[in-house]
């Protein structure tokens, strides 16, 4: 009896496996390979690729591990990893706790502990730890994350691991975390709190990486300052055709608003040129009065809390550029600067970003060819096997291979988010959209970063940047999944 | 009731996912088209990609030497070194140090660096390339520097050569070499900032044959600079070409004795051989020395030549227009021979002059009435007067006065003059013939032969410069014919242009030329050129008193000698050197005299010192001269 049901598993194993799956990543991992050899070869020496030495033949090493390391996940009993859930977090707090007393200093990151020969970085795995531990929470009876208590509940797990991350100086590892929020919304957080969350994080970057910058060539106007509030004006037009029925101030609110910021600007460019933000104030200001007029007229409270959207927006930009100039300490200014890719590198602003928008500028439709790749070997872009791993991939494989490894990756994103769907079980849908939400956040802010998009925050394009900490933490993070997914029919049985 | 709530709340969290995958397929659409417009739409990045990964190391070529006819070297090239800066990676060096190093000023490197940034001054300025910093520098002005190179990142060595020159003679027709301005770039892509480019004489003219073809050797380079070695094994470098060697028609030892002669003295002095139109010497008084156009003083130097008054820089040989005098009659004797105004025994009244309706042009003392040889040899004003005097009044041949002022502006014109004659160096003047419509402005359309008569005798309108002058030599030495007077004999693995082998004849007929020979050996046997006589060849010459509004009269000479074999024809022409025989005819037999026997004999060595001694300019010392 018992070898039969275990023969039943194992074929359900090798049936139930979402195989699609797996073979994007193989994919993935394929291409990654070549991505980080055509980085670390050396036009000189002509490495070698598969010398252990080098860094591509210490990938594929990585790479065959994390094979065996997914083969044995698939092997192991679902229901053995959700049981052990808050025992591997609680784990990992603990490891994430003592890892900076351990840690050796590798430029100023305390993130890494040596084992023998190798150094891991705890913060990895701990993703998969949090997720874990989030799915059991969430999936437990009568959790509703639409309360507020519950909400909060999950938010300090996922913002636990997250404070322990930034001591060891790995911002950019921490922020991933905040890729949980999407998984909240799809298990019924409201809406607003994410969007409020993306209009604040809009604010704050584009207020505050592009407040010297000038628009439009006129000294005057700071293009954060106009972009910020004219995105307010936007988001409340865009909230008053979400959650209002009239179109008709709707358009009046959108239309004069952006014309008259039109009118502004050409004013400023081709007679006087003068700072235009008064008039965006001033537009602000009647378009407050209106929705609060509509709100009374309508008796309808969205208008009212539209309007409120909008003058909390407005204060939160002031006062965030208040607290950054004033009120914190100039080296803390700097790392929120260098944060932002302001101030990261000793060669002059935006240096790294320049340089790998040359790398991939310079690829064309196909790209120089594999190895043949100048910017990216010539040590041109920085991290170039970690973190600016796209440059070369841009470079070599040109528009044609680049738009091919985002269309995969939107299709592996898209093929998670169906997988979690299809769980019968909260707990792997919760787990699923976990997985799915970290993967997107790397690949947007990683991407986003190389192609001059998004801040440069240092987190790795999951299976291209070069490591074995990244690559196992990602395989093991895909693998439970999918072991999950796979025992999925066994309700009904 | 709470269950269908319930599940339309379910169903609603349901239709998250697809806000979700909306956010995902946003995210990737907006990177693709990103993408789409950095490699597709633009291309500065693949330029900037290939500044930075791709060090162009120029490899300059050795530009020709330049020859005299007799293979005497005369321009040749000298290492010297060229400091070259990369703006990128020049951070953080000690400028005060590098300044000490260069002997140079704090100032003069900001002012310095500024220049290289300033993209009007600086066409080809890039941030990755190397910029040239400063320009040869000799190997002793750059040891120090090359010792501390590695205290100065960014900075750079180039080698290069600078032109180096055996003798002080022939400024003007070597020409010399120096950077590029911003309008050589802008014309010819082939350059770059820091070239270096013909600027006067031969080295202008003849650029394109001199420079050769620079070769680029392409080097693969990191972000700190370090060479990574050759792009694909040098699959794509290019060698240089050398320039070509010219060699020249001048003969080095006649031009040094052309321009003793003419120390003191403003004018020019041209020697052709008649038979294949090549210019033995071209001297243009006061000169100065090649070497001082070398190096970095090249700039200095040339301020202070430019600002000279008796204005070094100007090749007086072919830009100095003046009026021919005498040396003309020749011309005129022709034309009126050729269209029947006159034979040979055609005789002309003087009584101390051209007298004629009150007008008088005045004639020294011969004996008169005289024909035609005579005439030239004792060069009478009267004669020529008389002969224009007949040309211009004779309707049956010529309708108008206008028509026989064309025909004769013809004959003029298909002799050299008028229009500059091609010589192979840049800035020829064309000089002045007037014509018909000339005058008719002039006067308003009433004129005749008398108004313009002085234009027979070589004066009014008539100009020339002395080149032409020296190429009508050579054409009466011919009896008909010149070939376009050229400064380059050979040019290394490549034809002469066609213009410089082809004759040109005149509109009169060789037996009318054979009386002016007459006419001119007269002159040097019983006539005005009595000086330039000698015992050993055959001169033939004519003497030219200018008469000069501004001054004193301009002292000519025309000649060629052997008679029957024309080895060299020569012009003089000193400016105010009052009377032909004053300074020309002199000079002009000295000249004739060390081509055609290679040497001067003692009594002419005497007479070429106190020549060299006669001056009618100070002799500054701007000139570079004394250091010789």
Partial sequence: MASASKRDKEQSIIRNLDWFTLFIFVVLVAMGWMSVCGASYDFDQGTQLLDFSSRSGMQMVWILTSLVLGSIILCVDDRLVESLSYIIYIGFIVLLFVTPMLAHDIKGSLSWIKIGSFSLQPAEFAKFATALCVAKVISSFNFDLSRWRDLIISAILVVLPMGLIIMQKETGSALVYLAFFLMFYREGMIGSILFAGAAAVFY?????????????????????????????????????????????????????????????????????????????????????????????????????????????????????????????????????????????????????????????????????????????????????????????????????????????????????????????????????????????????????????????????????????????????????????????????? | MATTEKNKKKYELHKRKYVLGGIACVIIFTYILRLFSLQLLSEDFKESADSNAFLKHILFPARGAITDRNGKLLVYNQPAYDIMVVMKEQVGVDTVDLCNTLGITPEWYKRRMDEIRDPRRNPGYSRYTQQLFMSQLSAEEFSTFREKLFCYPGFYIQKRSIRQYSYPYAAHVLGDVGEVGPKDIERDGYYRSGDYIGKLGIERQYEEQLRGEKGVEILLRDSRGRIKGRYQNGKF??????????????????????????????????????????????????????????????????????????????????????????????????????????????????????????????????????????????????????????????????????????????????????????????????????????????????????????????????????????????????????????????????????????????????????????????????????????PHYEVCGKTGTAQNPHGQDHSAFMGFAPMNDPKIAICVYVENGIWGATFGVPIGSLMMEQYLTGGLSPESEEKAKTFEERHLISVDNGFGKQER
Avoid at chain 2, 274 to 282: A, K, N, Q, Y
Wanted: proline fraction near 5%; glycine fraction near 10%.
């Fill in chain 1, 204 to 493: 704050f970057v584009v207020g505050v990486r592009f407040a010297d910058a000038p628009l439009w060539d006129i000294p005057q106007i700071s293009m954060g300052e106009f972009l910020v509030l004219a995105g307010i004006h936007l988001f409340s037009a865009g909230m008053m055709w979400v959650y209002t029925s009239l179109r008709k101030p709707f358009l009046q609110v959108l239309l004069f608003g952006m014309s008259a910021y039109v009118l502004a600007v050409l004013y400023a460019k081709y007679l006087i040129p003068v700072n235009t933000c008064w008039v965006q104030w001033i537009v602000l200001a009647v378009m407050v009065g209106y929705l609060f007029y509509l709100s009374v007229r309508e008796q309808l409270l969205s208008y009212a809390l539209i309007a409120l959207f909008a003058i909390g927006s407005t204060g939160f930009f002031y006062s965030v550029n208040y607290v950054l100039s004033d009120v914190l300490q100039p080296h803390q200014q700097t790392r929120i600067r260098v944060l932002l890719g302001l101030e990261d590198d000793p060669k002059g602003a935006g240096y790294n970003v320049i340089q790998a928008k040359i790398a991939i500028g310079s690829g064309g439709l196909h790209g120089k060819g594999f190895l043949n790749g100048t910017q990216t070997k010539l040590k041109y872009v920085p991290e170039q096997d970690t973190d600016f791993i796209f440059c070369t991939v841009g470079e070599e494989q040109g528009f044609v291979g680049s738009a091919l490894v985002l269309a995969i990756f939107l299709v592996f994103i898209l093929r998670l988010i169906h997988l979690a769907e299809r769980q019968p079980l909260r707990f792997g849908r919760v787990y699923g959209y976990c997985v799915m939400s970290v993967f997107l956040f790397h690949v947007f802010i990683n991407v986003g970063m190389v192609l001059g998009l998004t801040p440069v925050i240092g987190i790795p394009l999951p299976f291209f940047s070069y490591g074995g900490s990244s690559l196992w933490g990602f395989t093991i993070l895909l693998f439970v999944f999918l072991r999950i997914d796979a025992a999925r029919n066994r309700m009904r049985h």
């Fill in chain 2, 237 to 534: 470098d290019e060698p240089p070409v050398p320039g070509k060697n010219l060699t020249l028609s001048i003969d080095v030892e006649l031009q040094a004795l052309g321009e003793r002669l003419m120390t003191g003295k403003k004018g020019g002095i041209v020697a052709i051989e008649p038979s294949t139109g090549e210019i033995l010497c071209m001297v243009s008084s006061p000169t100065y020395d090649p070497r001082m156009m070398v190096g970095r003083q090249r700039g200095a130097n040339n301020n202070l030549l430019s600002r000279n008054p008796h204005k070094p820089l100007l090749n007086r040989a072919i830009m100095g227009q003046y009026p021919p005098g005498s040396t003309f009659k020749t011309t005129q004797a022709l034309t009126f021979l050729q269209e029947g105004i006159i034979t040979p025994q055609t005789l002309f009244p003087c009584s101390m002059g051209f007298r004629f309706k009150g007008l008088t042009v005045g004639c020294h003392a011969h004996g008169a009435p005289i024909p035609l040889v005579p005439s030239l040899a004792t060069s009478c004003n009267s004669y020529y007067c008389w002969g224009l005097f007949q040309m211009f009044s004779n309707r049956k041949k010529y309708a108008t006065v206008q028509d026989a002022m064309t025909r004769w502006k013809d004959y003029m014109v298909s002799m050299g003059f008028g229009y500059a004659l091609g010589v192979d160096l840049p800035g020829e003047k064309r000089g002045m013939i007037p014509n018909a419509p000339y005058y008719d402005k002039a006067y308003r359309g009433s004129w005749n032969g008398l108004t313009v008569i002085s234009i027979s005798i070589g004066q009014g309108e008539v100009n020339a410069t002395p080149l032409q002058i020296a190429n009508l030599g050579a054409t009466i030495a011919n009896r008909g014919w010149f070939i376009t007077p050229h400064v380059v004999k050979d040019i290394q693995d490549e034809e002469l242009d066609t213009l410089y082998t082809t004759r040109r004849y005149t509109m009169a007929e060789r037996s009318n030329y054979e009386y002016v020979v007459q006419g001119m050996r007269q002159a040097v046997l019983a006539g005005t050129c009595r000086a330039a006589n000698s």
